[in-house]
């Protein structure tokens, strides 16, 4: 009986192609819907991988980022693509995984086997009498020590850069030997694109055929959202109580545990939410109370220096909280009390998270947007959130799974979210809309993407003068230094002998400094940004249809529209 080919393998085949097709010198944009497309068909359609309300609710975002993609090809999209459709393979291929993180991690894993799964594929493939398990057998001995092999070479370039010289000696002459041969044999046919192709393969590979292995797919089979109560067993006691052990003595093993447990989260509560409320007392009467608020004041210091810390500090109190309402503490029946002060706590806690909402806001009023101030709210809200699903584990009795589960969730939507919003123009936007307030931070609107090229050169007159106040900003600063010098020398005794036969150049009035700088200012920010805008058509150049994103295109004609 012969054995006919797994349909895989030319679709696997097909799938690589493809993808030297659609991202062969392009850049990110059209392509990666289209390849996006080509992905959900074949997983859908696929008898193999069964269908699931699972696999069609984390297909949706991906597809969706992907679509987003050719309207916005930004860093923050490409990412979170990524990030998606790892989602999607870890839920497609485990079917019983119940949480996002590990889904992403299982797709990691799904993506890296990609080359496994072509291997195990073509050993179960025959061609007429041809059978290809011997011809593969030896492959499994020389993979793995070829992969360590280069992680420590790299390694050891990185540490010897004599051992760096000779290796990429080594490897050039091997890369060069290949080249020559495949030249030889494949006139015209490239050899990086046939690697490139190898490269399509193996993701193809890695996407379509999943990890035989049920001990991943049943990793959070067993687990659950809702407490049950559980009989400790004193003979074997789990890590959980030995860390237990640690803060409640020796009173854990014994019948009288929960009512010593009880005390001393009670008394830990008291303490904690004592020096809390002397915290957010402060907070009140210096933050929320203080109507007059200084804009030369240091924000960055009580702002960023100060966040981290901050929100730290709320993970530990999760973290205590969690560990008290872990175990059968949840069914005390005198457990009123700590329940009541753990409430208290949380509500503590969420105040001291809005001081850090306050905070940002002010820092944003007076100084502007920038991405740290836009991350410190988004952490912020993720405090919230995770303070609130401490609650809800307090007082609905759920395990440590149910919050590792919906804060997953909850993360994963937020950046799926926050991935469609273009902040590079809205950072941008906002900062010189509100110049007459805030000031202008030109290195600053400078950094961002091309997307922004159209609204610098429109507001080119407004950036050039704030970089006009900077450099003589600099350029006195610089005369002060020079004069703090010139005095320290004189007091000294030093003498500066003018050589016999130079030129002695004119000295220039204050003024006439002035307008040099102004002019130097002037022509040194114009000559960057026109730089910039060249630097990003000729790039746009480069790539075909398939790498169309209408942002980028809109921004060509913007720049092409203003310059006629």
């Known amino acids: 009986m012969t054995q006919k080919i797994d349909y895989r393998l030319p679709l696997i085949l097909i799938g690589g192609i493809l993808f030297q097709l659609l991202f062969w010198d392009e850049f990110l944009g059209l392509n990666l819907l289209i390849y996006t497309l080509f992905i959900l068909v074949v997983t859908f359609t696929d008898k193999d991988i069964p269908f699931h309300k699972g696999k069609l609710y984390t297909a949706l975002p991906n597809l969706a980022i992907a679509a987003y993609i050719v309207y916005d090809s930004s860093t923050l999209a490409i990412i979170t693509w990524f990030i998606t459709l790892l989602v999607y393979l870890g839920t497609t291929h485990f079917v019983m995984l119940k949480s996002t993180f590990t889904a992403l991690v299982w797709g990691i894993l799904q993506v890296i086997s990609g080359p496994s799964g072509i291997i195990i594929k073509l050993r ?113 006691p789990s890590l959980f109580q030995d860390f237990r052990t640690l803060f409640a003595g020796i009173q854990v093993t014994k019948k009288l545990a929960l009512k010593t447990e009880n005390i001393v989260g009670v008394i830990s509560f008291v303490a904690l939410n004592l020096l809390l409320l002397f915290l957010n007392a402060i907070d009140i009467s210096t933050l929320w109370l203080n109507n007059t608020v200084n804009a030369g004041k240091n924000f960055s210091a009580e702002l960023h220096d100060g966040t981290n810390t901050l929100i730290f500090s709320i993970v530990i109190a999760m973290l205590i909280i969690v560990y008290f309402f872990s175990g059968n503490l949840n069914f005390y029946r005198n457990n009123k009390w700590i329940k009541l002060l753990a409430y208290l706590w949380i509500v503590q806690n969420a105040f001291l998270v809005l001081s850090v909402f306050h905070r940002d806001y002010d ?42 589960r919906i804060n997953t969730k909850i993360w994963y939507a937020l950046l799926v979210l926050l991935s469609f919003i273009n902040w590079d123009i809205l950072i941008v936007s906002y900062n010189l809309e509100k110049a007459h307030k805030i000031g202008v931070d030109v290195d600053h609107l400078m950094s961002f993407s091309d997307k922004t090229l159209p609204i610098l050169k429109k507001n080119r007159e407004l950036l050039m003068k704030q970089a006009i106040i900077d450099a003589e900003n600099d350029r006195q600063s610089y005369t002060a230094t020079v004069a703090a010098v010139d005095s320290v020398a004189t007091g000294t005794g030093a003498i500066t002998v003018q050589a016999e036969g130079t030129a002695v150049a004119p000295k220039l009035s204050e003024a006439e400094l002035k307008v040099q700088a102004a002019k130097q200012a002037k022509d040194d920010f114009n000559q960057r940004l026109d730089n910039k805008i060249e630097r990003f058509l000729e790039n746009q150049q480069e790539g075909s249809w398939l790498s169309f994103s209408y942002l980028k295109w809109e921004t060509v004609e913007k720049l092409k529209a203003h310059n006629k």
């Open 363 to 404: 820092y944003i009023f007076y100084h502007g947007l920038t991405y740290k101030r836009i991350g410190v709210a988004i952490f912020a809200t993720l405090s919230l959130v995770g303070l609130a699903t401490v609650y809800i584990k307090v007082a609905k009795q759920k395990t440590v799974f149910f919050l590792y």
């Open 124 to 236: 179960k493939t025959k061609l007429g009498k041809i059978n290809l398990k011997p011809i593969l057998k030896p492959i499994k001995y020389i993979v793995l020590p070829l992969v360590m092999v280069v992680i420590f070479c790299s390694l050891y370039s990185i540490a010897n850069p004599i051992f760096d010289k000779y290796t990429r000696l080594i490897t050039d002459n091997i890369a060069q030997f290949f080249q020559t041969v495949f030249n030889f044999l494949f006139i015209d046919i490239s050899l990086p694109k046939i690697l490139f192709i190898c490269l399509g393969i193996c993701i193809t590979a890695g996407i379509i055929v999943g990890v035989d292995s049920k001990l991943l797919d049943e990793v959070e089979m067993m687990e659950s959202d809702q407490m049950i109560r559980k009989r400790r067993d004193r003979r074997k």
